[in-house]
């Protein structure tokens, strides 16, 4: 399971090829098209899909429940170039 402080380092919605603001419908299509492709039976030789496998459920696990999607884009909030909040 991916930790919480790695999902914030990285964007769900660029893990999907998503901008924030998609669809639920948006989310649904780019994760089933994208899961598989890189799900480990269609590539059982390749540790970096199934890596990638693994942040693509990961991602789909927040972003597709608007509770969590919600609280991840709390979360997100963009920093100020120089790392300032204001």
Not at 18 to 27: D, N, T
């Amino acid at each position: 399971c991916i930790k919480t402080q790695e999902l914030l380092n990285k964007s769900l919605y660029q893990i999907l090829g998503l901008e924030k603001g998609c669809s639920h419908e948006e989310i649904k299509k780019s994760y089933r098209k994208l899961a598989l492709r890189y799900h480990p039976d269609k590539n059982p030789d390749n540790p970096e899909a199934a890596e990638k496998f693994k942040e693509l459920n990961s991602a789909h696990a927040v972003l597709s429940d608007l509770t969590k999607r919600n609280i991840y884009d709390s979360l997100r909030v963009p920093r100020r170039p120089g790392g300032g909040n204001t």
